[in-house]
């Protein structure tokens, strides 16, 4: 069974930088594609950013510059480096894994979720 814990979220001014982990253990490999979703009040899940086999990286064009995901596979652990963090940058930021190879960007929302860790951005 795959499980998948985030960490690294809290409350940070404009412009400062936060770093998510996520924590992956059971059946998650390093050629499993995964990647960072956020999703703020009343707005549709969006993907940030996805990693997948290869160091190929995906990211939304809002995070371009600012955000860069990275993968431990000695330690199976997801990060997320956000810096110059801006107020429409709040959201809560859940961490995706794909059963497979997947494409960046993905065809399909992830296979298994974390719970979710809370970004929030003050203006």
């Known amino acids: 069974q795959v499980q998948l814990v985030e960490s690294g979220g809290g409350l940070v001014q404009t412009g400062g930088s936060l770093r998510l982990s996520c924590a992956a253990s059971g059946s998650i490999f390093s050629h499993n594609a995964m990647g960072w979703y956020r999703q703020a009040p009343g707005k549709e899940r969006e993907l940030v950013a996805g990693?997948?086999?290869?160091?190929?990286?995906y990211y939304a064009d809002s995070v371009k510059g600012r955000f860069t995901i990275s993968r431990d596979n000695a330690k199976n652990t997801l990060y997320l480096q956000m810096n110059s963090l801006k107020p429409e940058d709040t959201a809560m930021y859940y961490c995706a894994a794909w059963r497979g190879r997947a494409t960046m960007p993905p065809q399909k929302p992830g296979d298994y979720w974390g719970q979710g860790t809370q970004v929030t951005v003050s203006s």
């Open positions: 990693i997948r086999s290869g160091g190929i990286t």
